[in-house]
């Protein structure tokens, strides 16, 4: 492996699936700062990891990651790539880990923000600092305004804005950064399924009939819960969900600009003129 | 067909799919009314439908639909069993309905609510009072308490008030009446899918593991909207429900009681004995 990483400031990177992490490490690599990659077993993708620095480690090993970015040098970590709440024979517990247990135990009967907050609580238990991916890699958020050729439509808009306040209202609740609204119909709010399965959803009510608005109407909203820890879980994007979002006949894709990530770009761009769909980031009060 | 319905007043039931139209027939002509079925083709079952007097309706045929009521003597309607929202295409539109057009057209671009306003409006321009199912056949609704063996724990109750509160948020919406919780996670929301998708869902994400609270957790509640207008829409649970629910590996069943429809209760109480499940029937304002 070819280390071209620059020798500034090391930046622990805890990585889940997905081309994410990547993404992230070129940017922290842009800004000269060295990545220094933990990718977790069973989620994480060899072939993004091994880019760079890199270690594995499996959920629940704390100590072995606090002895290993001690070692690095690493004083901040940031977490990417959503990773789905493990059960617990999953887990590989370290001694550290176990010592946080009570808290983390209270955090698994919680939804994912108690979850996340007891990660944070166990990362600055071994004196590490959790950074945001906007104090790192603000480029990769989505920008404001359209990222192809198409634009949202007037009804696109409305549609838009009560999808997220859906989103809104499921706030205290802990759940779902995601729905579809298709001439202002709520079609399906997304839980612990996942954007992917929601879409596909979509795409199988419509082959039913199920679906009354025709295809190329309706769009997916995806935005950051209210009470959201955005050092952790933010909403993401890439050419898959535009793929999928067009196969289930939507007329586009809204999210909040400056706090959903998208991972490749120029991608998501191409893939949304390829299907002639829309791909807009909104700001976050967007309502009406 | 050997009509031994009894001679009282005649109520119109407009009906969709599943069992519950011939429940409610039977609870009718216990009461002492004769049904007079109009089955919505394309939706309602002909071996229910046909054990009364009925006729075959169209969704869109008004003005069929009130020349034969009238020829029935029917001055009340109740409309039973849920109708998937119709594609526009289905609709067999005639001049009577046609007639009301503008204000169906607005229904159809709102939710669920608005739609079956404007049905309400049409029938009361038709000059057929549209009743509701606790005025004719009360019994068909859940009753409060626990229908077969088990009863749901602590645990699970803190989930039904949960779930309760999740489908309360998503009142003012237009969207679904039901939820699942696990030890205190919403794992789905329903929108447009339905309930057996719904919990065919969770089934699917617990083989793939990613339902981490063990089998014999989680509880699927249904309750009306707090907006909904309950001479059309609510919710309803059978013994499919329950077969779903325990596939989910659900801990059981909750459903607001007195506002929740049973189809085939002995049957429900059976198949949830059988499942080891609890189906209960809770207050609406259940919360805490």
Request: hydrophobic content about 45%; charged content about 20%.
């Amino acid at each position: 492996m070819a280390d071209t990483t620059p020798g500034g400031e090391p930046l622990a990177l805890i990585c889940g699936g997905g081309s994410l992490p990547g993404a992230v490490a070129e940017a922290v690599v842009r800004r000269g700062r060295r990545p220094v990659m933990f990718g977790l077993k069973g989620w994480a993708d060899a072939k993004v990891i091994e880019q760079y620095a890199h270690h594995w480690i499996a959920i629940g090993q704390a100590g072995r990651f606090f002895r290993l970015a001690q070692a690095e040098g690493c004083r901040e970590v940031l977490f990417i790539g959503a990773v789905l709440r493990p059960r617990i024979t999953q887990l590989r517990l370290d001694w550290q880990t176990i010592r946080v247990m009570p808290h983390l135990a209270r955090a698994f009967r919680g939804g994912d923000d108690t979850l996340l907050a007891g990660v944070a609580s166990i990362a600055e238990s071994g004196g590490v600092r959790v950074v945001g991916l906007d104090e790192v890699a603000p480029e990769v958020f989505v920008p404001a305004g359209a990222l192809g050729r198409h634009q949202p439509s007037d009804r696109d808009r409305a549609d838009i804005a009560r999808a997220l306040k859906v989103i809104a209202a499921l706030g205290p609740f802990d759940v779902g950064q995601a729905a579809v609204v298709a001439n202002n119909n709520v079609l399906a709010v997304e839980a612990a399924e996942g954007t992917d399965n929601m879409l596909g959803r979509i795409a199988d009510l419509r082959r039913q009939g199920r679906v009354t608005s025709p295809v190329g109407t309706g769009v997916l909203v995806k935005a950051p819960k209210p009470s959201q820890d955005r050092r952790f879980d933010l909403p993401s994007i890439g050419p898959r969900t535009v793929e999928n979002a067009a196969r289930a006949g939507l007329a586009g894709v809204a999210v909040t600009a400056g706090s959903t990530i998208i991972a490749e770009a120029a991608e998501v761009s191409a893939a949304a003129d390829r299907a002639k769909i829309f791909v807009v980031g909104v700001p976050e009060d967007t309502a009406r």
